[in-house]
């Protein structure tokens, strides 16, 4: 069981007892642990019980000596697979004369709460196998689901996970149904959603004013997608909207109204077979698409997939791809196929592909209640499928992608599937409540060794995402019933997320302290490593407040527990126009010809932007200047041309990997940078790079040389920091980790150093695992 910690020696010794207590910690409740601890006792001939508490599961157990060394190794190799054992506590007991038979106790309320909630998990093979089923009394029903499978996090309103505390208690089993929960040898024992079409939730389809449609409404809604409509689904963590993939008129409709003009979008297929021709599949990338958690994986596209998924993900490298994971999708999958009565079909290539972006229009958050749907969806979908189980806590997909040599999967963006699940730290300490950053907020609570990150919140610009904030965290701090000992937060004062900090460390009397952005980059990848000794810490990103007031983003630091020093950082380099610079490109471009004393050129290169002699004399004249490396990346994408104005955040730099990798790996002759010594630590100089960009014609090969001659400097500046100091493990953080190339060339350069290379893996490298780290700095400084 992964990350799994236990008191020393019980494994191996537990053969010795008569009698045993254990209290087990970790993801133990609403996975079928306690029917699972039921059956091995009850095969094994032991007296006890089992019941789920506060803390997680307390179990006692007797019999004989084997039985219970037997017993003890099962706990560990046959837990459910949904299990996550994180501590083990045991009390020897004397036996009990009277004991007789083991039974499953009622949930014991009351004590300090240690217990979580698992994930949402994707449909079983059992309960597919039976949806399909033509025999079985649910087939076709679309809430199937047994203590394998299903929702947990988002219909759960408090702990324990009993379904008198989900969105299910308003749904009165059937007899049938209650037989099954009732039994401890059935899967469904405790299957807090379990339920069937007599009792349990149902699907309605409606059109775009709200009137219900006639007939079988996955029949319908198929029918609907088959025709070129956009129709809102709402699944497990909130609403999708859904086109036909392989439709160029339904997902430029699909944009047009969404307003989302070049974001990529991400598709849903029914098995790996259906991406022949679409998208490169390896080993490690199928086992992420398979998984239980069945996240959006990003997979390097096909040269075919642009003209078989038309306006899908344009001008990039990377397709985001998932597979059903809801009965809902399957059914729809099982339509398509004139509901094949053969189970072959699963893993049959299939040609229905779906667009399936989060219905959160215009920036806003996800919709997950239909009557929101009905009106904040209008004007985009043309039909909604609904059902009446709530959604009590929004959760968007999950996005990750395999990157080769790193030995794990990388998360862009950690939500359904992952969430609330927690990040083993390496002691226990008091807790603290993160508020992160500005975009792509998460937060973060610890209790005892434990972090829990939320899931993916957004960008905090509008009110519903920072209302989205505060009851993300009413929501968690209400699961894990933690009362925080501090409150940490970003140094920005204007971020909502501090200043929402700030009003609940007043509420609650606790100190609200600031950690400086790439700090708690860094100190992320320290937390989920379990460091505690001085490493350097290399921080790439778009910006983050600095602790002199400045933009910084390309910066070398030594951390070492909560504190830290900046060793170096990137040239500072124009921000002409502030705030627009990071989405227009050409100005960062200007700024770089700026920076080479070449602004007399501004105006004719970019000729094409109005105002562009405007630009070169505010340059002239002095502008805000930043260290961030994500700058650095759109001044050459301006100058070369690729991106003059972005319409998603960190398109620049997207297109910019993908013409690099197209065009193949590039062998530098020289170096084009400087490293110098600066009051303000070793500054590493681009401006030698730009220089060879102004005159490249081609942007594929300038593309991969920008990547080339950064990775080079990079390795360099590093190393040169570790020669210093004697520091040999670098952590890197920051959102320009999830440049492939940029990775995979720094994890190279610095191994041909012999400096160890820590990477984020449990959160993501950017914004969203800011959080993490914040609360580890904190926690750190109050003990």
Known sequence: MAGERRTAGFFEHAGLRARLRLRL?????????????????????????????????????????????????????????????DAVETETLAPEADAAGFTILASEAGGANQAVIGPDLCVCPGCLAELCDPANRRYRYAFINCTDCGPRYTIAARLPYDRAHTSMASFTQCPACLAEYTDPFNRRFHAEPNACPVCGPQLTLLDASGQAIAGDPIAETLARIRRGEIVGLKGLGGFHLACDAR??????????????????LAIMVANRASLAGLAELGLEEATELESRARPIVLLRKLPGADAALPGVAPDLAWLGVMLPYTPLHYLLYHESVGRSPSASWLNEAQPLALVMTSANPHGEPLVTDNAEALTGLQGIADAYLLHDRGILIRTDDSVLRRQPGSGSPQFIRRARGFTPTAILLSRSGPPVLALGGFFKNALCFTRDEEAFLSQHIGDLDRVANCRALEAAVEHLQGLLQVQPQAVAHDLHPDFFSTQLALRLAERWQVPAIGVQHHHAHIAAVL???????????????????????????????????????????????????????AREPWRMGAAGLDLLGRGDEIATRFSAEPGAAQLAQMLARGVPQTTSIGRWFDAAA???GVQARMSFEGQAAMRLEGLAEAYGELRLNEALHVLSAQPSGLMLDLAPLL???????????GAALFHAALIQALVEWVGAAAESSGIRTVACAGGCFLNAILARGLRRGLAERGLQMLEARAAPPGDGGLALGQAWVVRQQIR
Not at 258 to 263: H, L, T, V
Request: charged fraction near 30%; glycine fraction near 14%; hydrophobic fraction near 45%.
């Open 25 to 85: 910690r970790g993801i133990v409740q609403g996975v079928g642990f306690r029917p699972f601890v039921h059956r091995l006792a009850h095969e094994l001939d032991l007296l006890g019980w089992v019941r789920n508490d506060a803390g997680g599961v307390t179990l006692e157990v007797q019999g004989a000596d084997a039985a219970l060394a037997v017993f003890a190794e099962r706990l560990r190799r046959d837990a459910p697979a949904a299990a996550r054992i």
């Open 247 to 264: 439709n160029a008129a339904a997902v430029a409709e699909l944009r047009r109204r969404k307003d989302r003009e070049e974001k990529p």
């Open 527 to 581: 937390a989920e490593h379990r460091i505690a000794e001085p490493v350097l810490g290399l921080a790439l990103d778009g910006v983050g407040l600095g602790t002199d007031g400045t933009a910084w983003g390309g910066e070398l630091l030594r951390v070492e527990g909560a504190g830290f020093e900046r060793l170096g950082h990137l040239r500072p380099i124009g921000l002409p126009g502030g705030d627009r610079a």
């Open 638 to 640: 301006g100058l070369l």
């Open 691 to 701: 220089l060879d960009l102004l005159n490249e014609p081609d942007t594929g090969r």
